[in-house]
């Protein structure tokens, strides 16, 4: 059965510090694909990044960063320099490939990031 | 303007009383799936439709239709709404190219079943 944890129920920071937010999965299929998405505090989901599982290469985009590490089933997320405006509530989600390309999805419980200026 | 759309955005009604949640979206994307936000249950899939006439359950199925008569809309029905229904429902969209995706979601839809 598959399964995301996302161990870090809330996070605060202070205005340009990184932050790393954990996501941990348990899959039993070869190919599958990891998600982040965020939810801001206006309610709006908002989707960041997909990674496949045989793709290990790390990912930037301008201040985020995406560590996928197989070996120890992570998939975590790196906020550089954040701003107030990151925070929000950044879910982890996974979807095994069993039928087809697509298939269903499960989400991590979500980490609650609060930027103070 | 690339952009999911779902109505109505609000919704109160009573228990037993059929309705639809209408979701669309302009990209022509094949992809679109319903999903549940409950506090402390976090976010739960419902359907997934991956082409017109293609569906299937995803978590929390019960309770719930869907149709992919056209690539673009795919409706959540509640053929007889219960109080557990109670919840914030979003539809999305999203296409696979390459080692990318692009995913949208529509604003939200929030039911309350009495």
């Known amino acids: 059965a598959q399964k995301v944890t996302q161990a870090q129920t809330e996070i605060s920071v202070v205005e340009k510090e990184d932050v790393t937010l954990d996501c941990v999965y348990e899959t039993r299929d070869t190919t599958y694909y990891l998600f982040w998405y965020k939810q801001p505090p206006s309610g709006e989901l908002v989707f960041l990044i997909r990674?496949?599982?045989?793709?290990?290469q790390n990912e930037i985009s301008g201040r985020y960063s995406w560590n996928f590490q197989k070996s120890t089933s992570s998939f975590n997320f790196t906020i550089t320099a954040s701003q107030v405006v990151d925070s929000a509530v950044y879910f982890c989600a996974l979807s095994e490939e069993v039928k087809t390309s697509y298939d269903k999805v499960i989400f991590g419980p979500g980490t609650s990031l609060s930027v103070i200026p | 303007e690339a952009q999911v759309t779902q109505n109505p955005r609000y919704l109160i009604t009573v228990t037993g009383k059929k309705l639809t949640v209408t979701c669309s979206q302009n990209?022509?994307?094949?992809?679109m799936s319903w999903y549940r936000q409950d506090p402390g249950l976090g976010l739960r899939q419902i359907y997934y439709s991956m082409n017109v006439e293609v569906t299937d359950k995803g978590d929390v199925p019960e309770g719930y239709k869907v149709s992919r008569k056209e690539k673009r809309n795919f409706p959540l029905i509640l053929e007889s709404p219960s109080p557990n229904q109670t919840s914030l429902y979003f539809c999305?969209?999203?296409?696979?190219?390459?080692?990318?995706?692009?995913?949208?979601f529509g604003p939200g839809t929030r039911l309350l079943v009495l």
């Open positions: 990674r496949n599982s045989f793709d290990e």
């Open positions: 999305a969209s999203s296409v696979r190219q390459g080692r990318g995706e692009t995913q949208y």
């Open positions: 990209m022509n994307h094949e992809y």
